[in-house]
């Protein structure tokens, strides 16, 4: 039995008690596909009505919780979680259409963040962290119940809902800090709701020990019948890129690199086996990039540029992927509203959110603080300008189906494709991905440090950078800009080519806080939001001087539901408090 994100979702298992803490959220208000391969309907009463023996039987019971997992990670709460928090006080974002309506979001872009904002909100995350809990609690009696349910698909379920949470708590503790940290799920009134905090690091290591202990488990490799398990879904790849990325986190380099590599030659030998499949008969952009399975971002024909933008963002599933929520090219189907809304849309080329002035004027004022030159296609393609202005775009990435750079013009500029229709917006919301992972890689081993590991760093970063180069000339980056024994440059290079290859995906954030607990002050970060510029800049910088504003704080609702709590110091304790209010 097997189940597919595409179809129809029923409520299964819904709870009518309401609460605001974080293990309300909690508890079995699954939205499940329909099982159309199983020639009916599972039909599943309110959870009041449930006798649980006869819910938890079979393998299809077990799935259709693991797919209640995958639908609430698509939910738009969850999604816009994701981009606010990753990305939103990042430099890459400022407010856009509608902002001054909308205090909560601008009061991040000003750093005045109170414990009453509503994108501290966490309990959809905890949401899906109890459904993980509790198919890891019942799966179990199900193969023991079920003979067709394997102990090896007991154990690759297992391994995929380990995954699911521990991404989930990873999001968490990357914004909160210290969280409260359950692996046991919420069944009754009666269990404890209220816990105190588990540190930062001891969250990590956990994280780290349950992804070490399954890894072996999860499928390597979906059937190509199911075309968008394969990213759609958890597999030993994206538990390697999740491992690469918190071993980053934890400053073991030696693990982030090993794990990256991991990735890099799984992706490898993907390409190389379906190359055989093709009897090795590929168009010249079909090839691999310095030895990586990167897709070139050079169209096969013709003088244009704006390739890879389209397999990766706009047709999705692309051969880089290796996790991203998928949203059906079919209105039926749930959207992906949180791009919609916060991006923009066929109604609005700027969105609630739009990219900072400096980004957008960066080649036409030619400081080139972020890109490197006019060549970089990366330039055009995240970016939509808006008519008439130099300075004013909205995001293109995700928003927009195509985008096309004309090399035979004077000047080089961007042909846009059509947005997607607003509260329809089908790309999908990439969470892994080659590149971030090769990235990844060259940040460890610049940290490693040796002057070999150093250029290994560099030459990474320059295949990444090359890829999107549309000069007809010199597509590598110029050595004589950058000492690559200088380890401080080098930091500086690999941060600034994660910030041009990830915009808007919700990483920059996090990059700038992991590269202050890397440094132990907040002097890089502080100095980067400052370039969106604005007459609070100078206090916004002040702000975040203090190690703990880089953090978020809890919501005020968390702290009054459980006393366990401690808020963040930089943010005060109650409603009103924020780490300074600026005029």
């Known amino acids: 039995m097997t189940y597919n994100h595409a179809n129809n979702s029923r409520n299964i298992l819904k709870r009518n008690r309401r609460t605001r803490t974080w293990a309300a959220a909690v508890l079995l208000a699954l939205q499940a596909p329909v099982l159309t391969s199983c020639g009916n309907f599972l039909e599943i009463a309110p959870l009041e009505t449930i006798v649980l023996e006869k819910f938890w039987n079979e393998e299809t019971d077990v799935e259709n919780v693991v797919a209640g997992c995958y639908a609430a990670m698509q939910d738009q709460t969850v999604v816009s979680r994701m981009m606010a928090w990753g990305e939103f006080r990042s430099d890459n974002i400022v407010g856009g259409t509608g902002i001054e309506n909308n205090l909560d979001l601008s009061n991040i872009f000003k750093e005045n963040i109170n414990a009453s904002n509503s994108f501290l909100k966490w309990g959809e995350f905890y949401n899906i962290i109890n459904r993980c809990n509790t198919v890891l609690y019942y799966a179990p009696s ?46 009754d009134d009666n269990q404890q709701l209220a816990i105190p905090a588990t540190p930062f690091a001891e969250v990590l290591g956990h994280l780290i020990s349950d992804l070490e202990r399954v890894q072996d488990y999860a499928v390597r ?88 933008f389209i397999e990766i963002f706009s047709d999705g599933n692309s051969r880089e992927s290796i996790l991203e929520l998928i949203y059906m090219e079919d209105d039926q189907m749930p959207a992906n509203g949180a791009v919609s809304n916060y991006y923009g849309n066929s109604e609005n080329t700027v969105g609630s959110v739009r990219p900072a002035d400096f980004l957008m004027s960066d080649i036409n004022d030619e400081l080139f603080t972020v890109f490197e030159n006019k060549y970089d296609a990366r330039f055009y393609e995240n970016m939509q300008p ?20 004309n090399l035979g013009k004077a000047e080089l500029e961007g042909t846009y494709g059509s947005a997607y229709a607003r509260d329809h917006c089908h790309a999908n919301w990439i969470l892994y991905r080659l590149t971030d992972v090769m990235l990844m890689k060259a940040e460890a081993l610049v940290e490693m440090g040796s002057p070999e590991q150093m250029q290994q760093a560099f030459d990474i970063v320059n295949t990444v950078y090359k890829r999107s180069n549309c000069s007809a000339t010199d597509k590598n980056l110029d050595p004589a800009r950058y000492s690559v024994t200088n380890q401080d440059v080098m ?93």
């Open 491 to 583: 930091r500086d290079l690999v941060l600034l080519e994660r910030q041009r290859e990830l915009m808007f995906e919700g990483k920059r954030w996090y990059d700038l806080v992991r590269r202050s607990l890397r440094d132990g002050n907040t002097g890089k970060l502080a100095g980067r939001v400052a370039l969106k510029g604005s007459g609070g800049s100078t206090a916004i910088s002040s702000k975040l001087s203090s190690m703990d504003a880089i953090f978020w704080p809890y919501h005020i609702d968390e702290l009054d539901v459980n006393e366990y709590l401690t808020q963040n110091p930089a943010f005060g304790s109650g409603e009103n408090s924020s780490i300074e209010l600026t005029q």
């Open 142 to 187: 199900v193969a023991e119940k079920d003979p067709n349910y394997t102990q090896s698909e007991l154990r690759a379920t297992e391994a995929e809902v380990t995954a699911i949470r521990a991404l989930m708590y990873f999001y968490l503790i990357r914004t909160f800090r210290d969280v409260p940290y359950v692996t046991e799920p919420y069944l």
């Open 386 to 405: 808006v008519t008439g202005s130099k300075t004013l775009a909205g995001i293109n990435k995700y928003a927009n189906r195509s985008v096309m750079i």
């Open 221 to 308: 490799k979906y059937p190509t019948t199911k075309n968008y398990y394969q990213r759609g879904r958890i597999t030993q790849d994206a538990i390697h890129a999740m491992l690469c990325d918190m071993y980053l986190w934890q400053q073991d380099y030696q693990n982030a690199v090993r794990y990256a590599d991991m990735v890099i030659q799984a992706k490898t030998a993907d390409y190389e086996a379906e190359l055989n499949r093709m009897s090795g008969v590929i168009s010249a952009n079909q090839q691999m990039i310095d030895g990586y399975p990167i897709i070139s971002d050079a169209y096969a024909t013709g003088n244009y540029y704006g390739n890879a």
